[in-house]
Each structure stands twice: as structure tokens, then as C-alpha cells.
């Protein structure tokens, strides 16, 4: 099946800098990429849509300017976590869906944790 | 917004147990999917439901999709530590063009030896 990555896998950081994820997908094109946050012992926070070659689009109560979403390819997008802070701390999941017959298929990468001191 | 309430929330129980997850909404999904996710590691699907009524096995889980395509159950019968992990019940909505999940809050299964 198709694959998706994810880096890095894990990333300390110190509180004011910048973070960014990678999340490709390995064997299809993705014009579509979702980022989910996710805490401990919870289900998956959808985040924004990853679109490419456009806008991003943010769920409500996600700051865009906070949360950077880049989509330059059919297999890349990027989350950057600007001016980091701990409660931004978390375990970042993406996702890209490929239509399979009348359903999609919607393959996760493996997750980055992200700390933040 | 399409909401999935998924329950119980938690479960803990014996090896050797039956179990079953509900997810429950108001709205119709053209597609329903489980996962099971081990802790630091991304999703990993179980099964897809996608026609009302439909019953999947996979080994010892049973997957059942509603008639009217609203709700969705897991039963999973004389569960092993194994089974051990967070279940998460996740559907497309109908008319999506662009494959966006819902998900549910999740079930965190603990089964013991």
C-alpha cells in the first residue's frame, strides 16, 4: 500500500524558535494533505486541509499565523511551528487520502513529537 | 459541523472478554473506518465500511455499519493484551470531494492478562 513519512520523528526544541515537519507521501501524489494534533490518551485534532499549490485551510480555532502550511509538491507539505512555546507540545500526525474505487483510503504518516522546553 | 460520539471512552478489561465500540452520529457518512493506534505511532486502519447494513470480520473483530449509514460498532471477542490500544472510529462525509476524515474522541482498550 502507500506510504507515508514523516520528519523528523521526534524534535526538542527550545521555547521561541521555529519547528518544521516534513510529511511526504513516498509512492502517489497528494494534492490533498491533512495535519492533526493529537494529546495523550486522545483522538486525532484536525488542524488544516494542506492544499497544493494554493491556501492552506484552517480549522476553526487553529492560528494560521502560528501553524505555517506549505504544499509546494504533490508529495511534500510542511507544518512549521513558529515562535514555539511548550504548550505547543504535542504529537503532530499528517495524513494523505487517495480515492480507491468508491471509498478513500487515507494513509497517516507515523507522527512527530515535538517537545518544546 | 459532523459530529462522531464514540464509547466508551475507556475500557478495561480481563483477557478472554468480549467488548464493543460504539460510534454514534446524527449524520450520514458514505464511508466508516476503524483504527488502532499504538502510543508515538500514527493510525492504523482495520477496516472500512463503506454500504448500510455491511458486517466485515477481521479474525476476532467485527465491524458492522448501520443501515442508515449513521453509526458503526467494533466487537471484538475474547480479547488478548494485544488488542491492547487506542480504537478510533473515523467517517467520510457525504458529498467530500477531498477525502476529509471526522473523527471520533476515541476508546482507549487496556486488556489484561
Known amino acids: 500500500g502507500a506510504v507515508v513519512s514523516q520528519h523528523p520523528s521526534w524534535v526538542i526544541c527550545k521555547s521561541g524558535t521555529s519547528v518544521k515537519i516534513e510529511c511526504r507521501s513516498l509512492?502517489?501524489?497528494?494534492?490533498?494533505m491533512f495535519w492533526y494534533r493529537q494529546f495523550p490518551k486522545k483522538s486525532l485534532m484536525l488542524m488544516a486541509t494542506?492544499?497544493?499549490?494554493?491556501?492552506?485551510?484552517?480549522e476553526q480555532g487553529v492560528e494560521k499565523d502560528k501553524f505555517l502550511i506549505n504544499h509546494a509538491s504533490l508529495t511534500l507539505s510542511t507544518l512549521t511551528v513558529t515562535s514555539a512555546h511548550p504548550e505547543d507540545s504535542s504529537f503532530y500526525i499528517c495524513?494523505?487520502?487517495?480515492?480507491?474505487?468508491?471509498?478513500?483510503?487515507?494513509?497517516f504518516g507515523p507522527g512527530t513529537r515535538l517537545t518544546v522546553t | 459541523t459532523q459530529l462522531l460520539e464514540q464509547s466508551p471512552q475507556f475500557l478495561s478489561i480481563q483477557e478472554g472478554e468480549n467488548l464493543t465500540v460504539y460510534c454514534n452520529s446524527s449524520?450520514?457518512?458514505?464511508?466508516l473506518q476503524w483504527y488502532r493506534q499504538e502510543p508515538g505511532e500514527g493510525p492504523v486502519l482495520l477496516v472500512t465500511?463503506?454500504?448500510?447494513?455491511e458486517v466485515k470480520k477481521l479474525k476476532r473483530l467485527t465491524f458492522q455499519f448501520g443501515d442508515a449509514r449513521k453509526d458503526s460498532s467494533l466487537h471484538i471477542t475474547a480479547a488478548q493484551p494485544g488488542d491492547t490500544g487506542l480504537y478510533l472510529c473515523?467517517?467520510?462525509?457525504?458529498?467530500?470531494?477531498?477525502?476529509?476524515?471526522?473523527f471520533g474522541q476515541g476508546t482507549i482498550l487496556t486488556v489484561h492478562p
Open positions: 495524513s494523505a487520502p487517495e480515492l480507491s474505487g468508491l471509498a478513500y483510503e487515507q494513509y
Open positions: 509512492d502517489f501524489q497528494a494534492t490533498t
Open positions: 494542506s492544499n497544493e499549490g494554493s491556501k492552506a485551510t484552517y
Open positions: 449524520s450520514v457518512f458514505s464511508s
Open positions: 465500511v463503506v454500504t448500510g447494513g
Open positions: 473515523a467517517g467520510y462525509a457525504g458529498g467530500t470531494s477531498y477525502g476529509k476524515l471526522t
